[in-house]
């Protein structure tokens, strides 16, 4: 994962270097995909539990934001955690970086999916439900990595776990 490999390559400065991240694109775009990554993953696992319980939309769609949280604050919890700070400090570290990014990302996410014409009642074994996912999270990335952008720029975001990595 490009993510790891991000971690890795820079482990042996962890504690020669904390400082915040210049705001570029880039950056801002790999911080989008760390929680596009943990949205995807909750959507698509929560449209499989939902659907083998035989759930309609909205418990579906309430399932699947909780797990794109979960698995958005996991995966940099993981990084965090990974650089010897202790559970608290990580967590608190992991809702600092991700809570705006992720709740952009499941409103646009979200809002695409509801207003596309049957997407809601899409199942896994349907083509739509694949691109309509696949779309309304490409629209999401766009809409979130200008806003990732501006969080980093201000310290805030995922700079704040920037400093785990570097």
Not at 40 to 62: C, K, R, S, Y
Not at 95 to 101: I, P, Q, R
């Amino acid at each position: 994962m490009q993510h790891e490999a991000h971690i890795a390559h820079h482990q042996h400065e962890a504690h020669a270097h904390h400082h915040t991240p210049a705001a570029t694109w880039s950056v801002a775009a790999q911080a989008t995909l760390h929680c596009l990554t943990g949205c995807a993953i909750g959507e698509v696992l929560g449209m499989v539990i939902a659907t083998a319980f035989g759930w309609g939309n909205l418990p579906t769609m309430l399932l699947a934001i909780v797990l794109a949280f979960f698995f958005g604050y996991s995966l940099t919890l993981r990084g965090v955690l990974r650089a010897g700070v202790d559970f608290r400090t990580a967590l608190r570290v992991a809702l600092a970086a991700d809570t705006l990014s992720i709740v952009v990302m499941e409103l646009i996410d979200n809002g695409v999916i509801l207003v596309w014409p049957s997407a809601m009642d899409a199942t896994l074994g349907d083509a739509l439900f694949w691109t309509s996912l696949v779309i309304s999270l490409v629209i999401a990335f766009a809409v979130t990595t200008p806003v990732n952008k501006w969080t980093i720029g201000r310290g805030k975001g995922h700079a704040v776990v920037h400093q785990y990595h570097h």
